[in-house]
């Protein structure tokens, strides 16, 4: 079948763009400089603001030991009694279901916290795999201080360093619990996700990792 001269006319000109692109208008957009400040704070105590601010709830914590406490404490007030953990590094010490769905509460690790948004980066490739840090309706992650970064490009660098040529299939940025203004322009949370976010943050430098 011929081509029209109009169509023929049309697919020259897309191959001569093709052939000639045109060069990025603002080059300074594609990552090359940060648009932000360097961290005047330490970036657990960035961290801890933005997150705070986001409704999440802040644990430091001093150790491993600390650690193990202060989520019993919190399992204990909170009267959970169906813990769920995926995590072979803490399923021993807080899972009691292996039943996602009915948990009271799951936990989870991540990949990096982002200090300047408050968000908690954490990919498929963990142990903990796509559903639990949302499917629950209590979240708890555990994290270690040398796991932030200051911007969520830093993140990004980290995990092609990291996962190379194995890329995971998700990368979730987690701010806080779920939440949505979309009906009448009233902040409702948990409609999508966790209702509550808790963030453990243990002091690398103690701990054994």
Known sequence: MATSAAKENILRRIRQALSNPVPLPFPQSEGVSSLYQPAKEELEILFAKAFTQLQGKFAYCENEADLLLQVQQLITKKEWTKIYCGESRWSDSFSNTIHLPGCDASITGCEYLVARTGTIV????????????????????????NQLVYDLKDSLQLLKDQYADNFPSLITFASGPSRTADIEKTLVTGVHGPKEVYLFLVDSTSADL
């Open 122 to 145: 954490m990919s498929a490739a963990q142990q903990s795999g796509r559903t639990v840090s949302v499917y629950a309706p209590i979240h708890i992650c555990i994290a270690y201080t």
